[in-house]
T-cell receptor, first 114, second 115 residues
Framework: GDSVTQMEGPVTLSEEAFLTINCTYT??????LFWYVQYPGEGLQLLLK?????DKGSNKGFEATYRKETTSFHLEKGSVQVSDSAVYFC?????????????FGSGTRLQVQP | EAGVAQSPRYKIIEKRQSVAFWCNPI?????LYWYQQILGQGPKLLIQ????????DSQLPKDRFSAERLKGVDSTLKIQPAKLEDSAVYLC?????????????FGAGSRLTVL
């Protein structure tokens, strides 16, 4: 079945540092890929998405590029802030099936220190 | 627009007791999902509804878990009897069925502690 693998956390960075959170996936066909974020005490929120190979999703300074050749969707940000501290989840969905439910990775906790 | 509403936010029960969680999705969203998120793990799908029909319940422990979505709007997830390993956050999500990327909107979750 489909699966998503994320780098383990926590990832601890100083403010203004460069962020990369690795995500790779295993899926048949052409899944859509997502990053969701969970801030402390809040629900899961969509951060960005990409629906086909070479698409780049971006939001709030975060970016991720859908790389079909490496089955990856790494999350990057050039300069993190304390307010970016959260748990980040990579996920996929198969749009050409009736299910469409998201399959999530295990999450990566990011801690940004001032 | 109003978000996905869930209740209760917190519930503590003894093992072998029963519990029920309620979800009200975003108006007009035909698809509703229940996920289980155990501490330190990613959310795992329990059941997916399309209107009031079940699309996928392959990972629902049917000996103790049940869910329904009467009239294709609100949904209830029940656990009876609860086990210690059921301690988790139960997330409800909904989406609008259409072509293109399927974006799920999540509720704040219901945290269950089984003692």
């Amino acid at each position: 079945g489909d699966s998503v693998t994320q780098m383990e956390g926590p990832v601890t960075l100083s403010e203004e540092a460069f962020l990369t959170i690795n995500c790779t996936y295993t899926a048949t066909g052409y899944p859509s890929l997502f990053w969701y974020v969970q801030y402390p005490g809040e629900g899961l929120q969509l951060l960005l998405k990409a629906t086909k190979a070479d698409d780049k999703g971006s939001n709030k300074g975060f970016e991720a590029t859908y790389r079909k050749e490496t089955t990856s969707f790494h999350l990057e940000k050039g300069s993190v802030q304390v307010s970016d501290s959260a748990v980040y989840f990579c996920a996929l969905t198969q749009m050409d099936t009736g299910r469409r439910a998201l399959t999530f990775g295990s999450g990566t906790r990011l801690q940004v220190q001032p | 627009e109003a978000g996905v509403a869930q209740s209760p936010r917190y519930k503590i029960i003894e093992k072998r007791q029963s519990v029920a969680f309620w979800c009200n999705p975003i108006s007009g969203h035909a698809t509703l999902y229940w996920y289980q998120q155990i501490l330190g793990q990613g959310p795992k799908l329990l059941i997916q509804f399309q209107n009031n029909g079940v699309v996928d319940d392959s990972q629902l422990p049917k000996d103790r878990f049940s869910a329904e979505r009467l009239k294709g709007v609100d949904s209830t997830l029940k656990i009876q009897p609860a086990k210690l390993e059921d301690s988790a956050v139960y997330l409800c999500a909904s989406s609008f069925t259409r072509s293109g990327a399927n974006v799920l909107t999540f509720g704040a979750g219901s945290r269950l502690t089984v003692l």
